[in-house]
């Protein structure tokens, strides 16, 4: 396995990074960040040969500037073949990644056999290094990329959406059941879940929580009276847990449960 980074390039200077490229001999894993608004939900991947010839190897979803995408590699265009790998941006802007050095071009069968060859040995001595210690960098580049998604989107969140102070663990922003769209995919169809809509009706409100004390973690919060039924009921729609609002707005450390006090019905989320 290696490790490349992606310079972003514009009319062929370097400006910054704008993600990495994690290869191995069976494809390649493409990670971007701070892709500009211009290139819309989606960028091309295109892998270039020793001829100089481009080819189309994929597409990375972008969301938020950010996109992953694992790519496989195909019979037209292998590790030893691939030169560089590019991603056209918008305009003479484009992320480009080198994996080798460019070498002269010939049409000789013998110095063909002497380029394949090269490659082969380039291949051979790159996949030498400490796989170990290329996995941990790795790893620990896409946690980080995964945090800054995620970071980045709650912020822009907290621009959006009015703030609520229930508790000193935790931020919270104030939404509507149309604004779960803002959740992770998987999350959507609570926007008409019967739990959801009948809490929002009764008390105008439902509240997104991220708490960061041992890991960051997303909870959506539907506001209710804590009683048996209703909590039997929250736990056939997922939710797991029930936060004591009144007592985190008295600043209560007890914050024990009893029948009758109000709070959020609580649902782990991703956003």
């Known amino acids: 396995m290696q490790f490349f980074y992606i310079d972003y390039m514009n009319n062929g200077k370097k400006e910054r990074n704008i993600g990495f490229l994690r290869v191995e001999n069976s494809g390649f894993?493409?990670?971007?960040?701070?892709v500009p608004q211009q290139c819309g939900d989606r960028c091309k991947v295109y892998a270039v040969d020793s001829d100089d010839e481009k080819i189309l190897m994929g597409i990375v979803p972008i969301k938020g500037g950010y996109g992953m995408e694992k790519?496989?590699?195909t019979q037209q265009v292998n590790l030893?073949?691939?030169?560089?790998v590019e991603i056209p941006l918008y305009g003479a802007r484009k992320g480009v990644c080198v994996l080798r050095d460019e070498y002269p071009k010939t049409?000789?069968?013998?110095?063909?056999?002497n380029d394949i060859n090269t490659s082969t040995e380039l291949v051979s001595k790159e996949t030498q290094i400490a796989k170990s210690a290329e996995q941990s960098v790795c790893d620990a580049?896409?946690?980080?990329?995964?945090?800054e998604i995620y970071a980045d989107k709650w912020q822009q969140l907290r621009k959006i959406y009015p703030e609520i102070h229930i508790c000193s663990e935790a931020q919270s922003i104030l939404i509507r059941p149309r604004d779960v769209v803002i959740l992770a995919a998987k999350y959507h169809e609570l926007a008409t879940n019967s739990f959801v809509l009948h809490s929002y009706y009764n008390y105008r409100q439902l509240l997104l929580f991220r708490y960061t004390q041992k890991e960051i973690l997303y909870y959506l919060g539907v506001p209710g009276v804590?009683?048996?039924?209703?909590?039997?009921i929250a736990q056939m729609f997922g939710f797991e847990g029930f936060e004591n609002g009144e007592a985190r707005m008295q600043q209560d450390a007890d914050n024990k449960l009893y029948k009758g006090c109000f709070g959020?019905?609580?649902k782990r989320v991703e956003i």
Not at 80 to 84: K, T, V
Not at 141 to 147: A, F
């Open 29 to 34: 894993c493409v990670g971007l960040r701070g």
């Open 71 to 73: 790519i496989k590699w």
């Open 107 to 113: 049409k000789h069968n013998n110095s063909e056999r």
């Open 80 to 84: 030893a073949r691939c030169m560089r």
């Open 141 to 147: 580049l896409q946690e980080e990329m995964h945090e």
């Open 226 to 232: 804590y009683y048996e039924r209703e909590q039997r």
């Open 264 to 266: 959020y019905y609580m």
